[in-house]
């Protein structure tokens, strides 16, 4: 699939997932395309505001899951004040690899909150400043 580049912009391509492992590494805004209407992906730090206790999960006897409810909130959430938007974890990139039963398309943020299913971690401490991508449906 041919992707063209704009200055300033990103990449526009008709693949949301190949732009967003492409592109979102270098920090840029990023305008893309996906069933030719456009999506904007914008970087955004959130916070841990609430961690709990979650399920445990045995897979044959040899491994055992132990995972949080984490709650995050983002910095500056004036901006996205009855908005649903999707988003997904950019960095630190241990984070993506907690999240084994992530949604596809990223997490549902409404009111400027959002809440992940991680594996236990000691990293994990509530005040924990992430950058997630941030996206329109």
Do not use: C
Not at 59 to 74: A, H, P, Q
Not at 109 to 133: C, H, N, P, Y
Request: glycine letters at 4%.
């Amino acid at each position: 699939m041919a992707a063209e580049r704009l200055p300033n912009v990103g990449t526009v391509t008709t693949s949301f997932k190949q732009s967003r492992l492409a592109q979102l590494r270098s920090g840029q805004n990023i305008l893309i395309t996906q069933n030719n209407a456009p999506i904007f992906l914008m970087s955004e730090e959130a916070i841990i505001t609430t961690i709990e206790p979650g399920s445990n999960r045995t897979i044959d006897e040899s491994l055992s899951l132990e995972f949080l409810n984490v709650r995050f909130r983002i910095v500056r959430p004036s901006e996205y004040e009855n908005k649903v938007v999707m988003v997904a974890f950019k960095d630190p990139p241990w984070l993506s690899e907690l999240e084994p039963s992530a949604p596809l398309n990223g997490y549902v943020m409404q009111q400027g909150e959002f809440a992940a299913s991680l594996v236990k971690d000691d990293r994990i401490a509530k005040g924990l400043k992430v950058t997630i991508e941030v996206s329109d449906f």
